[in-house]
């Protein structure tokens, strides 16, 4: 049959056949930020259109071509987020967060927007993992939210990822900097992409990110920020490199790494991995230290990055590195003879009072019928209840996989199940 209404293009449905695969992400990541000692936050989908203009910057892509922009019924300027620091550091300057805590370490997940081409790794509405420090210049956390980012990958159990780190420098540096690109720039302006001879004057650090081949010629042999970086810019970004030595974090120094938003000073860095094609880029982050500024904030700094869960499972899944649980259920319930309905009920609520998931497949019949889905269900155990037993008050426990099953007393059956569990 075929469907009345379809996905806007570029976005994707996550089915339960699939959705195992985002928990494992969810949780891996939800479990590196308690080992860094990070709390949640969550943001609302949309905020006022002007809060991205001003922070990712309207010289960038997101602004300038990609942002789900709307007017609503008011007449407000608003937008889907196209991504998350905006927001966060919104909320810590208008909750006041950094009045009551000196650092802020925040953590969130959720989907984004941007009117893009789609292709393999790219959508219209795609999922983020990020993290933002806030309040902090120390060169130290540079290192420790690269180590985060590291960390969370190798606990996946990926490997073959690069890791490249550079300097941006403030804008004390950016003004000699921006000089000197445009003085190499210009005589081959004309062979540039239309982009990037408006980034020319604008904006030319971001010729340097231009994926257009042309473009990333000609950018081959230009002028490095590395040469440019004043005497403390350049102290931080050795002191990072110190801290990442120390935590043993491999890394190579990529000077064409700018990253595309405005915000950004000082260290940049991008999570890579080359099997990915194109879109190769798993995490991107870098420092923001004006920022929060910039949103009506007291002169803190700030540094996070963000990553995808799409590329990242692409990732995990060329690398064979996603295996779903054993079991997706603990106990399915099967009876022979309708009415032992009530007593399945009672059985099946009183189990998942005692936290084992159970389920029962209540329309079928014939124990036949129930046993099928049984097996589909993937439970670990299934119990079968039958008219003889239920005069002992007993209860048979079978092991899905092997067939193995014993007869229990029902009273015995959570020890049992518990004993079980644990060995
Ligand atoms: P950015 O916010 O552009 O620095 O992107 C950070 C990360 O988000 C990238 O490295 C990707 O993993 C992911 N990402 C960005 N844009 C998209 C998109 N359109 N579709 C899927 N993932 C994306």
């Given at each position: 049959m075929k469907a009345k209404y379809t996905l806007p293009r570029g976005t994707y449905d996550i089915l339960p056949q699939e959705s195992w695969k985002w928990k494992i992400i969810k949780t891996a990541f939800q479990k590196t930020a308690s080992l860094f000692s990070y709390q949640e936050i969550v943001t609302p989908i949309f905020e006022q259109a002007a809060l991205f203009e001003r922070s990712v910057g309207d010289t960038s892509d997101i602004i300038q071509k990609e942002m789900y922009k709307f007017e609503d019924k008011k007449g407000r300027q608003f937008a889907l987020?196209?991504?998350?620091t905006a927001s966060v550091v919104r909320s810590v300057v208008e909750h006041n967060l950094l009045q009551q805590e000196q650092q802020q370490k925040l953590y969130y997940m959720g989907p984004m927007f941007r009117y893009d081409r789609p292709q393999k790794g790219r959508y219209r509405q795609f999922y983020q993992y990020g993290i933002e420090l806030l309040g902090s210049n120390h060169p130290y956390y540079d290192a420790e939210v690269v180590a985060f980012a590291d960390l969370f990958l190798r606990k996946l159990g990926l490997r073959n990822f690069q890791l490249e780190i550079n300097s941006i420098g403030c804008n004390n540096c950016s003004q000699d900097f921006d000089k000197a690109l445009i003085e190499y720039f210009l005589p081959h302006e004309k062979l540039l992409c239309q982009d990037c001879r408006l980034r020319l004057n604008k904006n030319p650090k971001r010729i340097l990110d231009c994926k257009v081949p042309s473009c990333k010629k000609i950018a081959q042999e230009a002028p490095s920020m590395l040469d440019y970086l004043d005497s403390e810019c350049a102290t931080h970004f050795k002191k990072v490199q110190e801290y990442l030595n120390t935590l043993e974090i491999p890394y190579i120094v990529n000077?064409?790494?700018?990253?595309?938003?405005?915000?950004?000073?000082?260290t940049a860095f991008e999570f890579t991995d080359?099997?990915?094609?194109?879109?190769?880029?798993l995490i991107g982050g870098g420092r923001y230290n004006k920022l929060v500024s910039e949103l009506g904030g007291k002169d803190v700094a700030g540094i996070g990055f963000a990553g995808g869960f799409e590329r990242l499972l692409l990732s995990l899944e060329s690398e064979k590195l996603l295996s779903r649980e054993a079991?997706?259920?603990?106990i399915f319930v099967v009876i022979a003879g309708e009415n032992l309905e009530l007593h399945a009920i009672e059985l099946i609520h009183f189990l998942r009072k005692n936290s084992f998931s159970t389920d029962f497949a209540f329309e079928k019949k014939s124990v036949r019928a129930q046993m099928k889905a049984a097996d589909k269900s993937n439970a670990k155990y299934v119990l079968l209840l039958g008219e003889e037993e239920l005069k002992e008050d007993k209860i048979v426990v079978r092991k899905?996989?092997?067939?193995v099953q014993t007869t229990l007393a029902k009273n015995n059956l959570i020890s049992f199940l518990r004993n079980d569990e644990s060995r």
């Open positions: 987020r196209p991504e998350g000077p064409k790494i700018v990253r595309g938003l405005d915000y950004y000073t000082q080359s099997n990915l094609g194109a879109q190769s880029t079991y997706d259920l603990d899905l996989q092997s067939g």
